[in-house]
């Protein structure tokens, strides 16, 4: 596919030189098989840049805006998210996400890498929200590790509110090692495994963006 290749022969390597982004634990990234990339959400930034310095091609969940904006900028937002492999998730319908996770596990069962961030939405005071349990859900269908990843930094190159990425400051993005959740497979108890699964998915990411944990779900802010 055409954008495909524009992404990762063009977008990446622009994208690599201007920012420089560092990156500790790729290794720990499986570069083959089914894998669930759970990060922390500070910025816009965060799905260009965990695309961009991950060793291997991510699938992931964006919002539905990204890909039906008006005119030649939502064009080309819509091209740029489709040729990393994201897939629009509707906001603030139960059914439309259901059937988001639904397509999710299906680019697993291909045994494809696919991304998501757990808290639902990007902080908007720096700080760590509570996990929903949709990261849990997949990791108990697709039976499938999941690699941690805390990117700090990109709330500076643009924060929330902000149209213009800065230069500065250099991104980093910590993966830690896979988590195996195979002693949770066939539990009865389905509730509270994927919230065990989701609380350890998210201590995992703290202490790899040594974000303060809020320990509430964060909120998307009603519209003014």
Not at 130 to 157: F, K, S
Not at 183 to 211: C, F, N, P
């Amino acid at each position: 596919m055409l954008i495909d290749k524009f992404m990762h022969g063009v977008v990446a390597p622009t994208a690599k030189a201007i920012y420089r982004p560092r990156t500790e634990g790729r290794e720990n990234v499986p570069m083959t098989g089914p894998v669930i990339i759970a990060s922390n959400h500070l910025s816009f930034v965060d799905s260009v840049a965990i695309p961009v310095v991950m060793p291997r091609k991510v699938s992931f969940l964006a919002k539905a805006e990204y890909f039906d904006g008006p005119g030649l900028k939502g064009r080309v937002s819509k091209a740029f998210f489709t040729g990393i492999g994201a897939v629009p998730v509707p906001r603030g319908t139960h059914s439309a996400a259901k059937a988001a996770l639904e397509t999710a596990l299906s680019v697993l069962e291909r045994g494809d890498a696919f991304g998501i961030y757990p808290e639902g939405t990007r902080s908007r005071d720096g700080r760590l929200y509570r996990g929903r349990t949709g990261v849990a859900w997949l990791a108990l269908a697709a039976r499938c590790p999941v690699v941690p990843v805390g990117i700090i930094g990109t709330d500076l190159v643009q924060p929330i509110g902000s149209n213009i990425p800065k230069l500065s400051p250099r991104v980093l993005a910590r993966f830690g090692e896979p988590l195996d959740f195979s002693r949770h497979y066939g539990r009865t108890d389905v509730a509270r495994a994927r919230r065990e699964i989701t609380d350890e998915i998210m201590e995992a990411i703290q202490k790899l963006s040594g974000q303060d944990y809020a320990g509430v779900y964060n909120e998307t802010p009603a519209e003014v």
